[in-house]
């Protein structure tokens, strides 16, 4: 079941080169599914399994593979196939925190993203905006997170899935 009941799609969809330019109706129609589905949240970011979209839209697995493909490619979404995860590019900029609460709910739910790929790109577009980046300012720093001598996060174990708490996913 769906945490909210309401979720904002910009007008600018209809004038998006990105979204034109996407091959089909139904990959046009698999990114409004991504923007609204029942398993996006406040984050942009989520775990999406093939199987969970085709049973909801009513197509093959192989054909939300080729529209994922497709959204991939135009520049929409980032997806990883091993950890089953999505991310709505520009989600930030439509549906930034409104507050910091909200910003608290969204980090949170950032962090948990498996996706290394897919969570740093998060955290950037999150800490772009005016609450992430508040809420991040005053975020406590744990001494893993800190740089070692070399400029490097010594926090690479600590950052892991399975000590985020994500094992067995």
């Known amino acids: 079941m769906s945490e909210r009941d309401f979720n904002m799609v910009s007008p600018a969809i209809w004038q998006s080169d990105k979204f034109a330019g996407l091959p089909t109706d139904r990959a046009k129609l698999l990114h409004f599914y991504l ?7 406040s ?35 980032l997806h990883d ?4 995860e999505i991310y709505v590019l520009g989600w930030y900029q439509h549906c930034p925190p409104a507050n910091e609460r909200h910003a ?16 740093e790109t998060m955290e950037a577009d999150f800490a772009a905006t005016t609450w992430g980046a508040k809420v991040c300012q005053t975020a406590e720093v744990h001494p893993f997170d800190a740089a070692n001598s ?5 926090d690479r174990l600590m950052s892991t899935s399975f000590m985020r708490g994500g094992a067995g996913r």
């Open 35 to 41: 923007i609204t589905n029942s398993h996006q949240n």
């Open 81 to 84: 196939v091993a950890t089953k």
């Open 150 to 154: 070399l400029g490097q996060r010594a």
């Open 104 to 119: 608290k709910g969204a980090k949170k739910r950032i962090e948990k993203i498996a996706s290394d790929a897919i969570r």
């Open 43 to 77: 984050s942009g970011g989520y775990r999406l399994p093939v199987g969970y979209a085709a049973s909801d839209m009513r197509v093959s697995p192989q054909a939300i593979e080729d529209d994922l493909s497709a959204l991939v490619d135009a520049g929409l979404i």
